[in-house]
């Protein structure tokens, strides 16, 4: 019976990881965009007293957050082009329309150097 049930589990996270989209991956302009709009989130919940961070924000979400904010910050300081305000450049990455994107790098420069 454990080895039937072993067999199981390993056929079902084989499936989920062969279903994970390859291209939402940290790098991938599909992965900035989706941190970028999760660091506008929690940037907007700042301000209501109802909302700890520390309780309810998770650390996959945490780290995205962090990830578009490191991300806009690093092309900033090596790019010499800045936006004026990392919230508004996560703003602009989160409405860019990907399909004109190819790459990270691009996908960053068009928000924060226009």
Known sequence: ???LLF???ISISFCSVAKTDRVN???S???LQSACQEYI???NKKGDEMFAAFLTT???ESFRAGYCLGAISHFESARRCHYG???RAAQKIAKLDMSYNHSEDRFIQDAVCQ
């Open 1 to 3: 019976m454990k080895p």
């Open 85 to 87: 305000s990392t919230y």
């Open 29 to 31: 302009p599909a992965f």
């Open 41 to 43: 989130e929690l940037y």
């Open 25 to 27: 991956h940290p790098g």
């Open 7 to 9: 067999l199981t589990l």
């Open 58 to 60: 998770s650390k996959e």
